[in-house]
């Protein structure tokens, strides 16, 4: 399948909302969304090669290395539709990654969003997951019973890198590495910045205005 050229990125640090907006932008405009966390969280949870070399990094709150990162994701662009848009939630999170990704597709806009740090500490440590993807908070969005997911019924976990102790060594990261990122495509005047403080549905509201 020929590779697809166009697509999106939502930068912002660890529980901005990348995930939620990026499911109501695949649902709502059709983009198809790629999600490095969600591609490895996979990988380890069926134990593959990639995900046994992964999952230490990921359990520590630290990036996985840029080559395996920088594979399944050009394995995912590759199984798209060309005339298919994409949009990225994750990815890129070093200037390798986005060098690797300019070489290969036309990125057309980055929405950056923005949450500061004390609401996202919150906003993480009290999200919890369905193994299938739903997400919830226990406070901002707790499911109908206590710990289990609604649409599947399946046990609600937290996941390993959603405490305390790990929401800085995650920020640390975004702002050494990423940060750069938003920098290189700032400088090309593609960088939309959105308020990411807010109901999700707001924040969405935002996102469909600056894209029109
Ligand atoms: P996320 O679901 O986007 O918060 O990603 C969860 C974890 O997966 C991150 O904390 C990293 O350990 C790893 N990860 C996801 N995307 C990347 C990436 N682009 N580069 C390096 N590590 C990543």
Known sequence: MAQPR??????????????????KL???????????????????????????KAKGFMDEGALVPDALVI?????????LDADKLFLLDGFPRTIPQAEALDAKVTIERVIDLQVPYSILEERITGRRMSPSGHVYHVHYNPPRVNGVCDVTGEPLYQRSDDTSEKVKARWDKFESETRPVIARYQARGI?????????????FVRIQAVLR
């Open 191 to 203: 960088v939309v910045e959105v308020d990411g403080v807010g109901h999700p549905d707001t924040i």
């Open 26 to 52: 695949q649902e709502v405009l059709g983009y198809a969304h790629i999600s490095t966390g969600d591609l490895l969280r996979a990988a380890v949870r069926d134990g593959t090669p990639l995900g046994a």
């Open 71 to 79: 594979d399944i994701l050009m394995e995912a662009l590759d199984s």
């Open 6 to 23: 166009k697509g999106i990125i939502l930068v912002g640090a660890p529980g901005s909302g990348k995930g939620t907006q990026a499911k």
